[in-house]
């Protein structure tokens, strides 16, 4: 028949004898048999015990106790072989139960949270082991309270200290961490690429909606510009007609507006060569004493008393009417 291994009780001092009167420290009970039965539990300090009828069974410790648990071997859900620890930190509740209820409460629980670890490995893969050791923690806690409720103790927290695996798969682990990173080296600098090219779009857009609101605003000042000119020469053009019309009604103020007409006549016609290379020729342009008369003739017909004003409207058509006689046209 096997025995487990030897371990030290870490939560349990030397038993003591019984010399009647016993002084118990704190934090420790001692359980008492009397005649090979339990009897009772005593309590820190002061206590009596009879002597040869009782004895001084078992001395548990109800401080916090951490126990190391080895290294050992499990296996993930994808087949991975790992090499895991741990260190289990739990407390004596029942000195009853821990006495009576298992023979050897540390070499119990130290087997029960490495088959707890083991379990719990075999349902997670190797990825999720490295991002879920606190869930891990936490699940193999409850398994242990379930199975240590029967002994007395519970099972305050387990942390797993350190995790090997092969060297091949920390290899590979290694190359998806480096290609990880290349990935996202290469995310970042086309999203950055793509934020510049959309920044320079947005830049063109901008300056072309500017560049256009510029030109409009230039277009409707201009045409404003223009259209103040235009209103401009008209009324100026409306306070010459309303001053030449008062010079009109006044006295010889007909002839003076005769003179003007034929004078503007005799410059037109001396500039008909000036402004282009078609020129309008009257047929006797040596006689300038005809030309001299036929001005004169434009003067008196419009110095005429029919209506100074209406001769005034009716002379541009007048002038048209008699224009130099039978001209030709000749191109240099």
């Known amino acids: 028949m096997s025995h487990p291994p030897e371990h030290p009780q870490r939560w349990a001092s030397s038993l003591p004898m019984n010399t009647v009167v016993l002084f118990v420290p704190q934090q420790e009970a001692w359980v008492v048999e009397r005649m090979g039965r339990f009897h009772r539990i005593l309590e820190p300090g002061l206590n009596f015990l009879i002597p040869i009828l009782d004895r001084i069974r078992y001395v548990q410790s109800l401080k916090e106790i951490v126990i190391d648990v080895p290294e050992q071997s499990a296996v993930s859900l994808d087949n991975v072989t790992l090499q895991i620890d741990g260190v289990l930190y739990l407390r004596i509740l029942d000195p009853l139960k821990a006495s009576y209820g298992v023979e050897d409460p540390e070499y119990a629980v130290t087997q029960l949270a490495q088959t707890t670890m083991r379990s719990e490995l075999g349902k997670l893969t190797l990825d999720k082991v490295f991002r879920e050791r606190e869930s891990l923690n936490h699940n193999i806690v409850n398994s242990i309270n379930q199975a240590a409720e029967d002994w007395g103790i519970k099972c305050l927290r387990y942390e797993i200290k350190d995790i090997h695996v092969p060297p091949r798969v920390k290899e590979s682990m290694q190359m998806q961490v480096e290609a990880e990173r290349r990935k996202r080296a290469t995310v970042l600098e086309s999203e950055g690429q793509r934020e510049a090219a959309i920044n320079v779009a947005e830049g063109c857009k901008q300056s072309q909606i500017l560049a256009s609101e510029g030109e409009k605003a230039e277009q409707i000042n201009q045409a404003a510009g223009e259209a103040q000119?235009?209103?401009?020469?008209?009324?100026?053009?409306?306070?010459?007609?309303?001053?030449?019309?008062?010079?009109?009604?006044?006295?010889?103020?007909?002839?003076?507006?005769?003179?003007?007409?034929?004078?503007?006549?005799?410059?037109?016609?001396?500039?008909?060569?000036?402004?282009?290379?078609?020129?309008?020729?009257?047929?006797?342009?040596?006689?300038?004493?005809?030309?001299?008369?036929?001005?004169?003739?434009?003067?008196?017909?419009?110095?005429?008393?029919?209506?100074?004003?209406?001769?005034?409207?009716?002379?541009?058509?007048?002038?048209?009417?008699?224009?130099?006689?039978?001209p030709s046209l000749s191109s240099q």
Request: net charge negative.
């Open 229 to 326: 000119a235009i209103l401009a020469k008209a009324e100026a053009k409306s306070r010459a007609i309303k001053l030449l019309s008062e010079a009109l009604a006044e006295q010889n103020g007909g002839a003076a507006a005769s003179l003007s007409v034929a004078e503007q006549y005799v410059a037109a016609f001396s500039n008909l060569a000036k402004e282009s290379n078609t020129l309008l020729l009257p047929a006797n342009t040596s006689d300038i004493t005809g030309m001299v008369t036929q001005a004169m003739s434009i003067y008196s017909t419009l110095a005429k008393p029919s209506g100074r004003l209406e001769a005034l409207s009716s002379g541009t058509s007048e002038k048209q009417s008699e224009a130099p006689p039978s």
